[in-house]
Nanobody
Framework: DVQLVESGGGSVQTGGSLTLSCVVS????????MAWFRQAPGKEREGVAGSSNRGSNGSTKYANSVKGRFTISRDNAKNTLILQMNNLQPEDTGMYYCAARRGYYYDSLFAAAQMSYWGQGTQVTVS
């Protein structure tokens, strides 16, 4: 099993930037596909960025709404998943969650029901 702890959320103005981090502890030697999800009030949880394996950042996947603005990466030395968010917009507001699933997955990276491990979330507010 792994444990996930997110940090880096906050309040920013439109056009600003934030960097979210997700520290992974536990069984970090196993390969995990990981993703960032977000959930706005009254809306379903949606995948925004995913990384399908551990080495060299692997294959990445982005929701259309964040392409060109968000970048997902892994710092394997620090067991950390990172989400760099630039040019933030009010519609990016929500609780951001880090999630993981053992194995190599790409097509189902944004399938929340199939992710096995979740962090507690970090709030992002853009105004």
């Amino acid at each position: 099993d792994v444990q996930l702890v997110e940090s880096g959320g906050g309040s920013v103005q439109t056009g600003g930037s934030l960097t979210l981090s997700c520290v992974v502890s536990g069984d970090t030697n196993s390969g995990y596909s990981m993703a960032w999800f977000r959930q706005a009030p009254g809306k379903e949880r949606e995948g925004v960025a995913g990384s399908s394996n551990r080495g060299s950042n692997g294959s990445t996947k982005y929701a259309n709404s964040v392409k060109g603005r968000f970048t997902i990466s892994r710092d394997n030395a620090k067991n950390t998943l990172i989400l760099q968010m630039n040019n933030l917009q009010p519609e990016d507001t929500g609780m951001y969650y880090c999630a993981a699933r053992r194995g190599y997955y790409y097509d189902s990276l944004f399938a929340a029901a199939q992710m096995s491990y979740w962090g507690q979330g970090t709030q992002v507010t853009v105004s």
